[in-house]
């Protein structure tokens, strides 16, 4: 693994690069996208992008943990989680990668 991140800044480069439009522009539309799919995932729809995955919030209901130090039972309270489901060619993508 190369540890490398993609930035927010990266990927509005990379659409002004790509799709041609001005750097503010590139910005505005990533905002705008990241916007939307911030928002269904926050009204509990799923978001599916087609040849990458699709993710959902999925709801975990309460469950009994132990801290690892002490082996004390501690209540873990129920909460949403965010679930990222990548599709068939995106998986073999990454597992074409592998050789590299």
């Known amino acids: 693994m190369s540890g490398h991140t993609i930035t927010r800044a990266?990927?509005?480069e990379a659409?002004?690069?790509?799709?041609?439009?001005?750097r503010n522009e590139s910005s505005e539309l990533l905002e705008m996208v990241?916007?939307?799919i911030s928002?269904?995932?926050a009204?509990?729809?799923?978001?599916k992008i087609s040849s990458f995955g699709s993710f959902s919030v999925r709801q975990k209901g309460q469950r009994v943990g132990r801290n690892p130090?002490?082996?004390d039972e501690v209540?873990?309270?129920?909460?949403k989680v965010l679930v990222f489901r990548p599709s068939q060619l995106?998986?073999?993508q990454i597992n074409a990668g592998l050789g590299d």
Do not use: F, N
């Open 69 to 71: 130090k002490t082996g």
């Open 90 to 92: 995106l998986k073999a």
């Open 43 to 47: 009204e509990g729809e799923a978001v």
């Open 10 to 12: 990266q990927l509005s």
């Open 34 to 36: 990241l916007h939307e």
């Open 39 to 41: 928002q269904a995932l």
């Open 15 to 22: 659409v002004y690069q790509e799709v041609g439009l001005s």
């Open 75 to 79: 209540p873990i309270l129920p909460r």
